[in-house]
């Protein structure tokens, strides 16, 4: 008897880059169906490329797309956009969850050179790009909104921003994810709030910023680097240049005098009119050059190391 061993099917060839573009040039006019085209769980990077343009869409990476890339042709004129805010999604009392305009559920994701904004206005709470994935880098990116801008979210996950300029109201940095601002600007367009950290109890950091500008609009005068959205908050302040709306005292209770014993709020040579070490509420710390050491991107992410400046 002749045995016939048949060859083995050819495995496809799994695409890795799509062009998105709205006049039609590329392989796609808007940013969700390239995601939803991207194969589940690559074995390699898969690379969205965005052509300049204003994208109206409420985007979702899904937590099989993981490795996936967003690539715009330039952070001012590649533009991702949407209008969802607490009220208008009327889901009950987490409708803020919904309200997003990027929401990231796939690890190992990167953005670079784009604008994510929600433009619903002072109008409550209206997310603007939501994590929820780890080893997130966002690189010189424009993150624009009010209250609750950019949510970090995930016990544990891991999320490094370079080079952005983000944007807000009140809290509109938030969320219980490690994450790592290096040269970034953090810019408050009125009286409240930078930070809300929910850091869990056991996670050993929160929020880290690292040589960025604090900035504000003009008659803005009053805000606070940040009070705790849960008791056991993280975030440190390091070589930041602050400007003169930053409260002298510099960080809030949030009305709950028990988060004083439990928070982790410090600063570490920071400079600039709003830097007040001897004024902050003595709750806060500064931080010794000791225990600033530990503060490496590689210690802060236990190991894991962002593309730098890709």
Known sequence: MILFVLPAPLQAQIQTEYTVAKDGSGDFTSIQAAVDASKSFPPERITIYIKNGVYKEKVKVHSWNTYLTFEGESRDSTIITWDDYFDKIDR????????????????????????IENTAGEVGQAVALHLDADRV???????????DTVY???????QYFNDCYIEGTTDFIFGGATAWFEDCRIHSKRDSYITAASTHQNQEYGFVFNNCRLTAEENV??????????????????RCEMGSHVQPTGWHNWDK?????????????NSGPGYQPMMRVNWSRQ????????????????????PMNE
């Not at 880098?137 to 209250?147: A, E, W």
């Not at 970090?152 to 891991?158: F, V």
């Open 92 to 115: 009950g009392r987490n409708s803020t969850f919904h309200t997003y305009t990027l929401l990231v559920e796939g690890n190992d994701f990167r953005a670079k050179n784009l604008t």
């Open 137 to 147: 880098s966002i690189q010189n990116c424009k993150l624009l909104g009010n209250q």
């Open 152 to 158: 970090l979210a995930g016990e544990g996950k891991r």
């Open 221 to 238: 005068d009053k805000v606070y680097l940040g009070r705790p959205w849960r008791d056991h908050a993280k975030t440190v302040f390091m």
């Open 257 to 269: 005098p028990e988060a004083e014993e439990t928070v982790f709020y410090a600063e570490y040579e």
């Open 287 to 306: 931080l010794s050059f000791e225990e600033a050491q530990k503060y490496t991107i590689g210690n802060v992410f236990d190991g894991w190391m962002p």
